[in-house]
């Protein structure tokens, strides 16, 4: 197989992993800078691929949309895992997690991984199950959910609204000014 379509496949396995919800092909497609034709065989190798090696992953097509989940035959050992996660205390990773989806929300699940510098998939859907967050489709992104506290997590919180955080608006300011460094603004202009 050619360098070229190795790298077409490799790249597509990688965004649909950082992704980690459905993506619709056609902005997969955009995202990995491919014709569709080349992209769709692409995705039939790496499907073909997952399928025979020894991965606990494949890839899943529903209507126009793809998803890396994990192997059903796994599902087992995965629903232990969730259940013995929110049984625990919030791990370190959750805490940060809930704090930027707090101070920040409504946030998207790539600008999480970006604050974080690591995919954070598994902690979002792990505080979903808790209750303490909820997503939304995204106003800003096609195909794409945006975090906020949940209502219940408020409660628990005791405050009626996530402006009463501790220091709140100073950290709003804080992620404005770094928005508008990261988008080529100067602050305040």
Do not use: C, H, W
């Given at each position: 197989?050619?360098?070229?379509?190795?790298?077409?496949?490799?790249?597509?396995?990688?965004?649909?992993?950082?992704?980690?919800?459905?993506?619709?092909?056609?902005?997969?497609?955009?995202?990995?800078?491919?014709?569709?034709?080349?992209?769709?065989?692409?995705?039939?190798?790496?499907?073909?691929?997952?399928?025979?090696?020894?991965?606990?992953l494949?890839?899943?097509?529903?209507?126009?949309?793809?998803?890396l989940?994990?192997?059903?035959?796994?599902?087992?050992?995965?629903?232990?895992?969730?259940?013995?996660?929110?049984?625990?205390?919030?791990?370190?990773?959750?805490?940060?997690?809930?704090?930027?989806?707090?101070?920040?929300?409504?946030?998207?699940?790539?600008?999480?991984?970006?604050?974080?510098?690591?995919?954070s998939?598994?902690?979002?859907?792990?505080?979903?199950?808790?209750?303490?967050?909820?997503?939304?489709?995204?106003?800003?992104?096609?195909?794409?959910?945006?975090?906020?506290?949940?209502?219940?997590?408020?409660?628990?919180?005791?405050?009626?609204?996530?402006?009463?955080?501790?220091?709140?608006?100073?950290?709003?300011?804080?992620?404005?000014?770094?928005?508008?460094?990261e988008?080529?603004?100067?602050?305040?202009?």
């Open positions: 197989m050619p360098e070229i379509e190795k790298q077409l496949e490799a790249k597509i396995e990688a965004v649909l992993f950082i992704y980690g919800e459905p993506v619709k092909i056609t902005n997969l497609v955009k995202m990995i800078e491919a014709r569709e034709p080349e992209a769709r065989k692409a995705i039939d190798r790496l499907k073909s691929r997952l399928d025979s090696e020894e991965s606990g494949t890839l899943v097509e529903s209507d126009d949309k793809i998803q989940v994990t192997k059903p035959a796994f599902g087992k050992i995965i629903e232990e895992i969730v259940k013995a996660e929110i049984k625990e205390d919030l791990t370190p990773a959750a805490q940060e997690t809930l704090s930027i989806v707090a101070y920040l929300g409504p946030i998207s699940r790539p600008e999480i991984d970006y604050i974080r510098g690591v995919n998939s598994f902690i979002l859907r792990s505080l979903m199950v808790r209750g303490l967050i909820e997503r939304s489709p995204s106003a800003k992104r096609l195909s794409s959910f945006d975090y906020r506290l949940s209502f219940d997590a408020l409660k628990q919180l005791g405050i009626s609204k996530e402006s009463e955080l501790p220091e709140y608006e100073r950290y709003r300011e804080i992620s404005k000014i770094f928005n508008e460094k988008n080529g603004n100067e602050p305040g202009n």
